[in-house]
């Protein structure tokens, strides 16, 4: 630890910002080992997965979770992203009684939407005849228990990290739920000489339905401190930024499964899984975003009124170390790619070329900073909702085009042309809205102000 920590002062500079300075570092060092374990868990599940059921059964799996994620996007109406934004807020401004009614009225939605959602997408995969829906209708009846299961941790944990528990945020879905898939596997596997993909599905069923009690314990121990404030707020009137924060959901979605969820029209079932496992891979060069993730929203949310200085400060320091991190893992999936997918079985190398465009584009994310971050906690989530419209018309667009020609391919090299798109068009949206800029692109300052 005492490494880290000497490396991340070196990389993020003091410059009379240490309280800040000191939550960045300790979340970074809490996130990075967290994060790590859980990286190494969710792979050694995959590959059990892959491995054991093969890849026809293992794609089959990817494609009834990918939906089971849009309709659980769906149930949570943008309340995750609310609890990030509004809690540090009320923190702030000494108003724990609007913590735990947020939390309560949060919950009791999500449940009510949970079912409602299930229901009828249920209802429109048995009486309608659509493909690659239709066919594994069993399936989505098993797994339209997981809606609810991945609402509840994706709202509470949320929930958990803007009262600044950043580790303990973390530990459920990050180390608890991936321990528990790849130790159900290994049962699994003990037990049947070969899976489908019905039996990965009630495996990560059950798996979810545990993480949640889990995680219920451990927030209900958190909370119970906000409900001896009695006092009466005004009421507010979140509808729009929920709106705005649920279409930013919704979007953000669509645009990791886009690909996914065109392939099967076009090419083979195994074709889902190994872009999946190609996805995941490349997902490591990202890492570092999805770290600060873990600190920057409640810090940006907290310094809302903060001076343009102190801001881009923020800025800067977090892409620098975003970006230093994100490289040589770049230059490790171009090097040993072939080498991690062969992990997952010999089909899994045909996802090769894919890995490498991927990486790529993940590698912007880092390059143009957290924009979307300091937009969505500026008040300024409908840039950040624009923006992430642009980014899944232009995917939708490239893959309908390039898939039924390249595949796999194709489908990536959407990926790279949206990303870079879509960064370029959110740093624009930063300086413009919040006046903070990548640290990479300052010298483009004076002709953004033209």
């Given amino acids: 630890m005492a490494i880290w920590n000497n490396i991340a002062s070196v990389l993020i500079r003091k410059d009379g910002q240490h309280a800040d300075k000191t939550r960045i570092v300790e979340g970074i060092l809490h996130s990075l080992g967290i994060q790590g374990i859980s990286i190494a868990l969710v792979f050694a599940g995959n590959i059990l997965m892959a491995r054991w059921s093969g890849a026809d059964a293992y794609g089959n799996y990817v494609h009834i979770f990918n939906w089971i994620s849009i309709l659980s996007i769906m149930a949570l109406g943008g309340h995750e992203d609310i609890a990030i934004a509004q809690i540090p807020r009320y923190l702030a401004n000494d108003q724990p009684g609007r913590v735990y009614a947020f939390i309560w009225k949060s919950n009791r939605f999500i449940l009510l939407s949970s079912i409602g959602i299930s229901l009828l997408f249920l209802l429109i995969v048995y009486l309608f005849p659509l493909k690659t829906l239709h066919e594994h209708r069993n399936e989505f ?17 949320n929930i958990l990290q803007s009262l600044n528990y950043i580790k303990l945020s973390q530990w459920v879905e990050k180390w608890i739920k991936p321990a528990l898939l790849l130790l159900f596997f290994i049962v699994a596997r003990w037990w049947l000489y070969r899976s489908d993909s019905r039996i990965l599905v009630i495996i990560a069923v059950i798996v979810m339905g545990i993480c949640c009690l889990i995680l219920f314990g451990m927030l209900w121990q958190k909370i119970t401190i906000y409900r001896s404030d009695t006092r009466s707020y005004p009421k507010e009137n979140l509808m729009r930024k929920m709106g705005h924060f649920f279409s930013i959901d919704v979007l953000n979605l669509l645009s990791t499964k886009i690909t996914m969820l065109i392939l099967p029209y076009f090419s083979l079932q195994k074709d889902v899984g190994i872009f999946n496992v190609s996805y995941r891979i490349a997902d490591l060069v990202i890492y570092p975003f999805f770290l600060m993730n873990t600190v920057m929203p409640q810090l940006f949310s907290r310094n809302y ?15 620098k170390v975003m970006t230093l991190i994100s490289i040589p893992i770049l230059l490790m999936n171009i090097a040993a790619g072939k080498f991690f997918l062969g992990w997952f079985g010999k089909d899994f190398l045909e996802g090769y070329t894919a890995l490498v465009q991927l990486s790529m584009a993940q590698f912007l994310f880092s390059l143009f900073g957290p924009a979307h971050i300091i937009l969505t906690m500026m008040d300024k989530e409908k840039y950040a909702t624009l923006a992430l419209l642009v980014y899944v018309i232009i995917l939708l667009a490239g893959n309908l085009v390039l898939v039924p020609v390249f595949g796999i391919n194709g489908g990536t090299l959407g990926v790279i042309i949206g990303s870079l798109t879509y960064n370029v068009v959110l740093a ?17 300052k004076a002709s953004l102000r033209k």
Avoid: D
């Fill in 428 to 444: 624009f949206m930063a300086y413009r809205f919040c006046g903070v800029l990548s640290p990479y692109l300052l010298f483009l």
């Fill in 141 to 157: 009846l098993l797994a339209s228990a997981g809606i609810y299961g991945m609402t509840f941790l994706a709202l509470n944990q």
């Fill in 305 to 319: 009124e903060s001076g343009l200085r102190h801001k881009q400060f923020l800025y800067s320091e977090c892409t």
